[in-house]
């Protein structure tokens, strides 16, 4: 009786109940055979050829990681790409149109191609401290209930902001050393123009990426980086002896080991905050 109404509360009707209760009863006296070593031997071999492969092919993973970084591209805002572009372009064009060539009051060369140093990694930095934070995640909830753990987003977020402004570095230093070939600036090297930006954005970008997982907030990793680099664009145009001058040129050569290893420290503990709040949210839900 008690599995009739049991079974008339999860049906339309309690005829539907009337009609399934016979099928019920039997499976609740049924028991099930013990397999002998012959019947495990034939299922074994009726399962086998349907099996997968243990053989590792990485194009899963290649494809699963493309799918990522597709989904993650309409979520990063637009306006990034649009700045960053823009900004680093500007900062080239002022390169080639006004060479600079000269020294700072601590004497520090200023080689072609200054501005587009102090541009390109205060670009990266701000576009990456919009990667991270409610504002970005509204649904941060939804995302924990799938798969991708939030560490893998935010590698995916940072893989494509900073590999754009990698790659306009990239072609904005190009266009620098081919106005060298043609006389509009003095001659430079690629790499040494490349070393120039490369290290400084890298670590700067890395500071806001922690910050912004730190605190959660966008506000945090844009305050921070355009403080530090707004001290560093002082060097170059403030007046001689300032007191910032006291603070390390983080575009001077000797210091850029330092700033790799800042850079690297900072990424992992940013990724490692994620898992947490990731972990901490997944408990809540």
Known sequence: MNDLKHLAEDLASETQAADLLPTVERLQTWRTPTPTPADTARLLATLTPSLPSHSFSPL??????????????????????????????????ISILI?????????????????????????????????YGPGVDPAVEIEEATPVTQRQILLARLTLVFGFNLALGLLASLSVIVAGFLGLTAPISLPALIGLWLAPMTSLSALALFLTVLTGDSLAGVVASLGLWMVQAFRAFAPSEPIIFFLPNLLAPEIRPWLWTLALCLGVLAFWLAGREGQMLGRRA
């Open 60 to 93: 899963p993973l290649i494809s699963s990681s493309l799918l990522l970084l597709r989904s993650q591209l309409y979520i990063v805002r637009r306006e990034i790409w649009a700045a960053s572009a823009l900004v680093i372009m500007l900062g080239a064009g």
């Open 99 to 131: 060479p600079t060539g000269g020294t700072l009051p601590d004497g520090t060369p200023t080689p072609d191609g200054f501005a587009l140093a102090l541009v390109a990694p205060l670009v990266a930095a701000m576009g990456i401290s919009f990667l």
